[in-house]
């Protein structure tokens, strides 16, 4: 995929240094399919490659009134890709584990601005992919993998027992929580909750003091690539494990019951299997 | 280096099994160089060979106002060559220390009286199991303001103790930590009024020792929860010494540190 192909998200790039990914796709409140993934991913690329390209913001579109309502599994957008961008989709990978790697791997600072809902593989890309998390404070996360018979991705398994402990990180995902802007920093992995006003310009305050004149970019990269290399053998290991349970999670009658519930709108009968 | 050699520290036993280590350089805020740091492993060498030493206590000097400042860059003095032997001055981030303090085999309590920068707080976060702070004493992670890593396995320690986000806030931002705010974190066990900082701490060190405390198991509780960390430590150590021998050859550290003598921001230039 090349950038010209991006079509799912608005990239800017300001002679600061500052990059901006906005998800924009209102018409499904900024979902995102495996399509905005590859985006996501030819973005990172296309940074790392640029060396006037400092810091990535990443945040979704007014119109979509949401940071991202999570993963978008409509099958039928797939027919009509073109062949060489259908090529670079890998639909065995639920997990994301492509997109998780290139993350933590990616050397520049990342800032997440969650401007409103952030739903499913939204909550785990801000809290696992960004540095650095800004929310605006009617925003909110939703750790609903749950609720639709299936379990996070993005190595969430490893990273939220991390960092909240089992017993917190446990109740969110088995209970499918809804987490408010206020209690996610209580909980600890967001770093501030302002006005929605406030939320852009003090992200990209932020981000300018990761820049240099202001901030020595060089030893933020250093940190960051110390800070995350323990990490790159566990998340690879997670991230394989949840692969394997979200293929054989799908082939399950409460998987179907619970995306039959989704169109009926009633809550779904599950039987365990 | 031999107790009496002690310039920066001031080392003392009581017959309770209460040692206190007491940082001593007020002129410079307590700021601690590459001697002070072998008096501090010197001190744990004392304790772990002496059975009836049973817990330190790590303070810094009232007069100074600090627990303290950092890292010290200034004139090295002059010293003897059995002590220079004894210093690695390759090891910028004092991974032996680190080590040293992360095997000891006793309880360590620090009672963070005034400011602790830098290595100020790296040590702490590293080295003591308890953490007392008083009201007034702040935290700051300095390192990005100097153009360097954090030290002392902090790059995974502190990701463990307050998650990814708060951790890299701290540390690509150099910002200030109140006593209140870093409660509030689980960086520190509880904030004191200064003047009961001390009298709390003694307190809490006695409940660690016979007749109060069972100290073997103490012991064995903590080498259990310190054995998995090692190997990570270790390798996190190493790799922050590799980072800040790359970043050391930048403008932007040899900025930093002009900027600092001069007391103006730094212009950074990202390489």
Same mark, same amino acid.
């Given at each position: 995929?090349?950038?010209?192909?991006?079509?799912?998200?608005?990239?800017?790039?300001?002679?600061?240094?500052?990059?901006?990914a906005t998800i924009n796709a209102p018409e499904r409140k900024n979902a995102m399919s495996l399509?905005?993934?590859?985006?996501?991913?030819?973005?990172?690329?296309?940074?790392?490659?640029?060396?006037?390209?400092?810091?990535?913001?990443?945040?979704?579109?007014?119109?979509?009134?949401?940071?991202?309502?999570?993963?978008?599994?409509?099958?039928?957008?797939?027919?009509?890709?073109?062949?060489?961008?259908?090529?670079?989709?890998?639909?065995?990978?639920?997990?994301?584990?492509?997109?998780?790697?290139?993350?933590?791997?990616?050397?520049?600072?990342?800032?997440?601005?969650?401007?409103?809902?952030?739903?499913?593989?939204?909550?785990?890309?801000?809290?696992?992919?960004?540095?650095?998390?800004?929310?605006?404070?009617?925003?909110?996360?939703?750790?609903?993998?749950?609720?639709?018979?299936?379990?996070?991705?993005?190595?969430?398994?490893?990273?939220?027992?991390? +960092? @909240?402990?089992?017993? $917190?990180?446990?109740?969110?995902?088995?209970?499918?929580? /809804?987490? %408010?802007?206020? !209690?996610?920093? #209580?909980?600890?992995?967001?770093?501030?909750?302002?006005?929605?006003?406030?939320?852009?310009?003090?992200?990209?305050?932020?981000?300018? +003091? @990761?820049?240099?004149? $202001?901030?020595?970019?060089?030893?933020?990269?250093?940190? /960051?690539? %110390?800070?995350? !290399?323990?990490? #790159?053998?566990?998340?690879?290991?997670?991230?394989?494990?949840?692969?394997?349970?979200?293929?054989?999670?799908?082939?399950?009658?409460?998987?179907?019951?619970?995306? $039959?519930?989704?169109?009926?709108?009633?809550?779904?009968i599950f039987k365990g299997r | 280096m031999k107790i009496e050699d002690f310039t920066d520290i001031?080392?003392?036993?009581?017959?309770?099994?209460?040692?206190?280590?007491?940082?001593?350089?007020?002129?410079?805020?307590?700021?601690?160089?590459?001697?002070?740091?072998?008096?501090?492993?010197?001190?744990?060498?004392?304790?772990?060979?002496?059975?009836?030493?049973?817990?330190?206590?790590?303070?810094?000097?009232?007069?100074?106002?600090?627990?303290?400042?950092?890292?010290?860059?200034?004139?090295?003095?002059?010293?003897?060559?059995?002590?220079?032997?004894?210093?690695?001055?390759?090891?910028?981030?004092?991974?032996?220390?680190?080590?040293?303090?992360?095997?000891?085999?006793?309880?360590?309590?620090?009672?963070?009286?005034?400011?602790?920068?830098?290595?100020?707080?790296?040590?702490?976060?590293?080295?003591?199991?308890?953490?007392?702070?008083?009201?007034?004493?702040?935290?700051?992670?300095?390192?990005?303001?100097?153009?360097?890593?954090?030290?002392?396995?902090?790059?995974?320690?502190?990701?463990?103790?307050?998650?990814?986000?708060?951790?890299?806030?701290?540390?690509?931002?150099?910002?200030?930590?109140?006593?209140?705010?870093?409660?509030?974190?689980?960086?520190?066990?509880?904030?004191?009024?200064?003047?009961?900082?001390?009298?709390?701490?003694?307190?809490?060190?006695?409940?660690?020792?016979?007749?109060?405390?069972?100290?073997?198991?103490?012991?064995?509780?903590?080498?259990?929860?310190?054995?998995?960390?090692?190997?990570?430590?270790?390798?996190?150590?190493?790799?922050?010494?590799?980072?800040?021998?790359?970043?050391?050859?930048?403008?932007?550290?040899?900025?930093?540190?002009?900027?600092?003598?001069?007391?103006?921001?730094?212009?950074?230039?990202?390489?």
């Amino acid at each position: 995929m090349n950038i010209e192909d991006i079509s799912d998200i608005i990239y800017e790039k300001e002679e600061n240094g500052i990059c901006t990914a906005t998800i924009n796709a209102p018409e499904r409140k900024n979902a995102m399919s495996l399509v905005t993934f590859l985006e996501l991913e030819t973005i990172l690329e296309d940074m790392d490659a640029d060396k006037n390209a400092h810091v990535l913001i990443l945040t979704g579109s007014s119109g979509g009134n949401a940071f991202s309502s999570g993963g978008y599994f409509n099958l039928n957008l797939y027919p009509n890709l073109p062949p060489e961008i259908l090529k670079e989709l890998d639909l065995q990978d639920l997990a994301l584990k492509s997109l998780c790697l290139k993350f933590w791997n990616f050397s520049k600072p990342v800032i997440a601005a969650i401007n409103g809902l952030a739903v499913g593989a939204a909550a785990s890309i801000a809290i696992i992919g960004a540095d650095l998390v800004y929310m605006a404070e009617d925003a909110w996360f939703g750790f609903y993998f749950v609720k639709r018979s299936m379990m996070a991705e993005f190595g969430s398994h490893f990273m939220l027992p991390f +960092r @909240l402990g089992f017993q $917190k990180a446990k109740d969110l995902l088995y209970f499918g929580k /809804k987490i %408010t802007a206020n !209690e996610a920093e #209580k909980l600890g992995f967001v770093n501030k909750v302002l006005s929605s006003d406030d939320l852009i310009p003090y992200s990209k305050e932020q981000a300018l +003091r @990761l820049i240099p004149p $202001k901030g020595p970019s060089v030893a933020i990269k250093l940190m /960051k690539k %110390t800070i995350h !290399e323990y990490f #790159k053998n566990i998340l690879p290991q997670t991230l394989d494990l949840e692969n394997e349970s979200l293929r054989s999670l799908m082939k399950t009658s409460d998987f179907r019951a619970s995306m $039959k519930s989704l169109i009926t709108k009633k809550p779904p009968i599950f039987k365990g299997r | 280096m031999k107790i009496e050699d002690f310039t920066d520290i001031i080392y003392e036993k009581e017959e309770n099994g209460i040692c206190t280590l007491t940082l001593n350089r007020p002129e410079r805020k307590n700021s601690l160089s590459k001697i002070t740091f072998l008096e501090i492993e010197t001190a744990l060498s004392d304790m772990e060979e002496d059975k009836n030493a049973r817990v330190l206590i790590i303070t810094g000097c009232k007069e100074a106002k600090a627990f303290s400042a950092g890292g010290y860059f200034g004139p090295f003095p002059h010293i003897s060559q059995e002590v220079k032997k004894e210093l690695d001055f390759s090891d910028i981030t004092e991974k032996r220390l680190c080590m040293k303090l992360w095997d000891f085999s006793k309880p360590i309590i620090a009672a963070i009286n005034g400011l602790a920068v830098g290595a100020g707080i790296a040590i702490p976060l590293t080295g003591a199991d308890l953490i007392y702070l008083s009201e007034d004493a702040w935290l700051a992670f300095v390192f990005i303001k100097r153009a360097v890593l954090p030290e002392h396995a902090l790059s995974f320690l502190l990701p463990f103790y307050i998650g990814f986000q708060k951790a890299k806030e701290f540390l690509y931002t150099g910002d200030r930590i109140s006593a209140q705010e870093a409660e509030r974190l689980g960086l520190v066990n509880k904030v004191l009024p200064s003047e009961e900082l001390m009298p709390y701490t003694r307190a809490q060190a006695l409940r660690l020792i016979p007749p109060n405390g069972p100290s073997l198991s103490i012991k064995l509780m903590k080498k259990t929860m310190h054995d998995y960390f090692r190997d990570i430590i270790l390798r996190t150590s190493k790799l922050e010494n590799e980072g800040d021998k790359s970043v050391m050859k930048t403008h932007d550290f040899r900025e930093s540190t002009r900027s600092f003598i001069e007391k103006r921001d730094p212009k950074f230039k990202g390489k």
